[in-house]
Protein backbone atom coordinates (compact mmCIF):
# COMPACT_ATOMS: atom_id res chain seq x y z
CA UNK A 1 0.00 0.00 0.00
CA UNK A 2 1.48 3.14 -0.73
CA UNK A 3 0.98 6.11 1.38
CA UNK A 4 0.68 9.59 0.34
CA UNK A 5 2.79 12.10 2.41
CA UNK A 6 0.18 14.61 4.69
CA UNK A 7 0.05 17.62 3.14
CA UNK A 8 -1.64 20.98 4.08
CA UNK A 9 -3.45 23.38 1.37
CA UNK A 10 -3.37 26.85 1.53
CA UNK A 11 -6.94 27.01 2.48
CA UNK A 12 -6.15 25.22 5.20
CA UNK A 13 -3.15 26.67 6.22
CA UNK A 14 -4.85 30.25 5.74
CA UNK A 15 -7.82 29.07 8.41
CA UNK A 16 -5.65 28.39 10.86
CA UNK A 17 -3.43 30.94 10.68
CA UNK A 18 -6.19 33.14 11.38
CA UNK A 19 -7.12 30.97 13.71
CA UNK A 20 -4.26 31.33 15.81
CA UNK A 21 -3.69 35.32 14.95
CA UNK A 22 -7.34 35.57 16.85
CA UNK A 23 -6.41 33.80 19.59
CA UNK A 24 -3.14 35.68 20.08
CA UNK A 25 -5.09 38.87 19.93
CA UNK A 26 -7.22 37.70 22.43
CA UNK A 27 -4.25 36.88 24.89
CA UNK A 28 -2.85 40.22 24.53
CA UNK A 29 -6.15 42.02 24.79
CA UNK A 30 -6.49 40.42 28.11
CA UNK A 31 -3.24 40.50 29.07
CA UNK A 32 -2.86 43.63 30.49
CA UNK A 33 -5.92 43.38 32.54
CA UNK A 34 -4.43 41.04 34.35
CA UNK A 35 -1.12 42.49 34.74
CA UNK A 36 -3.24 45.62 36.24
CA UNK A 37 -4.76 43.76 38.81
CA UNK A 38 -1.19 41.87 39.60
CA UNK A 39 0.49 45.08 39.84
CA UNK A 40 -2.53 46.66 42.03
CA UNK A 41 -2.05 44.10 44.60
CA UNK A 42 1.49 43.77 44.56
CA UNK A 43 1.45 48.10 45.48
CA UNK A 44 -1.06 47.28 48.11
CA UNK A 45 0.89 44.67 49.84
CA UNK A 46 3.90 46.81 49.38
CA UNK A 47 2.95 49.62 51.00
CA UNK A 48 0.33 48.12 53.49
CA UNK A 49 1.52 49.57 56.71
CA UNK A 50 1.98 52.70 55.09
CA UNK A 51 -1.86 52.71 54.33
CA UNK A 52 -3.25 50.99 57.11
CA UNK A 53 -1.25 53.95 59.14
CA UNK A 54 -2.68 56.51 57.53
CA UNK A 55 -6.03 54.89 57.43
CA UNK A 56 -5.67 55.06 61.36
CA UNK A 57 -4.82 58.63 61.56
CA UNK A 58 -7.86 59.88 59.60
CA UNK A 59 -10.40 57.56 61.74
CA UNK A 60 -8.74 59.07 64.68
CA UNK A 61 -9.50 62.53 63.22
CA UNK A 62 -11.63 64.63 65.84
CA UNK A 63 -12.74 68.01 66.72
CA UNK A 64 -12.20 69.62 69.80
CA UNK A 65 -13.83 68.37 72.41
CA UNK A 66 -16.31 71.09 73.20
CA UNK A 67 -16.92 71.50 69.31
CA UNK A 68 -17.71 68.19 68.33
CA UNK A 69 -20.36 67.77 71.11
CA UNK A 70 -21.95 71.09 69.55
CA UNK A 71 -21.75 69.77 66.13
CA UNK A 72 -23.03 66.66 66.97
CA UNK A 73 -26.14 68.03 69.30
CA UNK A 74 -26.80 70.29 66.55
CA UNK A 75 -26.62 67.97 63.72
CA UNK A 76 -29.32 65.46 65.98
CA UNK A 77 -31.63 68.67 66.90
CA UNK A 78 -31.63 69.04 63.27
CA UNK A 79 -32.46 65.72 62.36
CA UNK A 80 -34.84 65.89 64.83
CA UNK A 81 -37.14 68.79 63.26
CA UNK A 82 -36.81 67.29 60.19
CA UNK A 83 -37.95 63.83 61.24
CA UNK A 84 -34.97 62.02 60.26
CA UNK A 85 -32.80 59.68 61.63
CA UNK A 86 -29.27 59.84 60.75
CA UNK A 87 -27.35 56.73 61.51
CA UNK A 88 -24.46 57.06 64.06
CA UNK A 89 -22.01 55.68 61.66
CA UNK A 90 -22.95 58.53 59.15
CA UNK A 91 -22.98 61.21 62.08
CA UNK A 92 -19.48 59.94 63.06
CA UNK A 93 -18.44 59.87 59.34
CA UNK A 94 -19.80 63.54 58.99
CA UNK A 95 -17.77 64.55 62.29
CA UNK A 96 -14.39 63.31 60.58
CA UNK A 97 -14.49 65.05 58.00
CA UNK A 98 -15.56 68.22 59.57
CA UNK A 99 -12.39 67.86 61.73
CA UNK A 100 -10.43 66.69 58.51
CA UNK A 101 -11.23 70.16 57.01
CA UNK A 102 -11.47 72.22 60.17
CA UNK A 103 -9.28 74.88 58.39
CA UNK A 104 -11.18 75.06 55.33
CA UNK A 105 -14.82 76.14 57.65
CA UNK A 106 -12.55 78.72 60.04
CA UNK A 107 -13.89 82.16 58.63
CA UNK A 108 -15.81 80.92 55.59
CA UNK A 109 -19.13 83.07 54.82
CA UNK A 110 -22.50 81.67 53.97
CA UNK A 111 -25.51 83.33 53.26
CA UNK A 112 -28.64 81.89 54.00
CA UNK A 113 -32.24 83.06 52.55
CA UNK A 114 -35.04 81.40 54.16
CA UNK A 115 -38.50 83.05 55.25
CA UNK A 116 -38.66 80.98 58.94
CA UNK A 117 -35.30 81.37 60.05
CA UNK A 118 -36.40 79.31 63.29
CA UNK A 119 -36.74 76.24 61.04
CA UNK A 120 -32.82 76.22 60.25
CA UNK A 121 -31.78 77.69 63.64
CA UNK A 122 -30.49 73.93 64.19
CA UNK A 123 -28.63 73.98 60.98
CA UNK A 124 -27.11 77.20 61.10
CA UNK A 125 -25.63 76.25 64.75
CA UNK A 126 -24.05 73.18 63.36
CA UNK A 127 -22.16 75.55 60.75
CA UNK A 128 -21.45 78.13 63.59
CA UNK A 129 -20.12 75.32 65.44
CA UNK A 130 -17.44 75.01 62.83
CA UNK A 131 -16.59 78.39 62.59
CA UNK A 132 -18.76 79.22 60.09
CA UNK A 133 -20.11 82.75 59.66
CA UNK A 134 -24.07 82.48 58.55
CA UNK A 135 -25.89 85.51 57.57
CA UNK A 136 -29.57 84.95 57.24
CA UNK A 137 -31.70 86.49 54.65
CA UNK A 138 -35.73 86.40 54.95
CA UNK A 139 -36.27 88.28 51.54
CA UNK A 140 -34.75 88.60 48.17
CA UNK A 141 -34.64 92.22 48.64
CA UNK A 142 -32.74 91.06 51.73
CA UNK A 143 -30.22 88.32 50.57
CA UNK A 144 -29.59 91.14 47.55
CA UNK A 145 -28.29 93.48 49.97
CA UNK A 146 -26.28 91.61 52.05
CA UNK A 147 -24.67 90.09 49.27
CA UNK A 148 -23.51 93.52 48.32
CA UNK A 149 -22.29 94.34 51.82
CA UNK A 150 -19.85 91.29 52.12
CA UNK A 151 -18.61 88.18 49.60
CA UNK A 152 -20.07 84.97 50.67
CA UNK A 153 -18.76 81.75 49.74
CA UNK A 154 -22.00 79.98 49.15
CA UNK A 155 -25.85 80.41 49.40
CA UNK A 156 -28.08 77.86 51.19
CA UNK A 157 -31.80 78.78 49.92
CA UNK A 158 -35.48 77.14 50.30
CA UNK A 159 -37.62 77.32 47.01
CA UNK A 160 -41.01 78.52 47.90
CA UNK A 161 -41.29 81.89 50.35
CA UNK A 162 -43.10 85.09 50.49
CA UNK A 163 -45.64 83.08 49.18
CA UNK A 164 -44.15 82.05 45.90
CA UNK A 165 -43.70 78.59 45.35
CA UNK A 166 -41.00 79.12 42.98
CA UNK A 167 -38.97 82.41 44.72
CA UNK A 168 -35.81 80.09 45.07
CA UNK A 169 -35.47 79.59 41.92
CA UNK A 170 -36.40 82.89 40.25
CA UNK A 171 -34.02 84.31 42.94
CA UNK A 172 -31.01 82.17 41.20
CA UNK A 173 -32.20 82.77 37.63
CA UNK A 174 -31.30 86.78 39.25
CA UNK A 175 -28.20 86.26 40.45
CA UNK A 176 -27.15 84.34 37.65
CA UNK A 177 -27.92 87.47 35.48
CA UNK A 178 -26.33 89.90 38.00
CA UNK A 179 -23.18 87.79 37.18
CA UNK A 180 -23.24 86.48 40.72
CA UNK A 181 -20.99 82.87 40.88
CA UNK A 182 -21.87 82.03 44.37
CA UNK A 183 -22.44 78.04 44.84
CA UNK A 184 -26.33 77.53 45.38
CA UNK A 185 -27.61 74.60 47.69
CA UNK A 186 -31.13 74.36 47.67
CA UNK A 187 -32.38 73.15 51.24
CA UNK A 188 -36.13 72.53 51.26
CA UNK A 189 -39.05 70.51 52.72
CA UNK A 190 -39.42 67.72 50.65
CA UNK A 191 -37.20 66.60 47.29
CA UNK A 192 -38.40 64.82 44.64
CA UNK A 193 -36.18 62.73 43.20
CA UNK A 194 -37.97 63.28 39.37
CA UNK A 195 -37.01 66.58 39.62
CA UNK A 196 -33.51 66.04 39.98
CA UNK A 197 -30.97 69.44 40.54
CA UNK A 198 -32.74 72.63 39.64
CA UNK A 199 -30.37 74.40 36.67
CA UNK A 200 -27.64 76.11 37.94
CA UNK A 201 -27.79 75.17 41.96
CA UNK A 202 -24.70 72.98 43.62
CA UNK A 203 -26.82 70.50 44.83
CA UNK A 204 -30.91 70.32 46.44
CA UNK A 205 -31.55 68.25 49.36
CA UNK A 206 -33.82 68.21 52.70
CA UNK A 207 -31.61 66.30 54.72
CA UNK A 208 -29.56 67.87 57.40
CA UNK A 209 -26.52 65.61 57.16
CA UNK A 210 -26.62 65.85 53.40
CA UNK A 211 -26.77 69.49 53.36
CA UNK A 212 -23.23 69.66 55.61
CA UNK A 213 -21.86 67.25 53.32
CA UNK A 214 -22.80 69.47 50.20
CA UNK A 215 -21.30 72.37 52.22
CA UNK A 216 -18.32 70.71 52.86
CA UNK A 217 -18.32 69.79 49.12
CA UNK A 218 -18.36 73.38 48.06
CA UNK A 219 -15.98 74.71 50.95
CA UNK A 220 -13.04 72.39 49.94
CA UNK A 221 -13.44 73.48 46.47
CA UNK A 222 -13.16 76.92 46.83
CA UNK A 223 -11.28 77.27 50.15
CA UNK A 224 -9.11 74.05 50.11
Same mark, same amino acid.
Given at each position: MCHRP???TQTQYTVG???? %? $?? &? @??? &?? %???????? /? &? $??? @? @? /?WFRPQIATRLESLSSIKLPGGTEAQFNAAVANAAETKNIAIPSMAQARLARRAAAN /? %????? /?? @? &??? *? *?? +?NGIAAEKQALQALGVHVDVAQTNQDAIRLLGLRSQDLLISDISREG *? +??AGLKFLSELRSMQHPEPVIFYIGHVDPERGTPAHAFGITDRPDELLDYVMDVLVRRRG
Open positions: LRWHVSA %T $AE &L @VQI &LQ %TLPSFLWI /A &L $AFL @V @V /A /A %TVFRG /AR @V &LWI *D *DN +P *D +PG
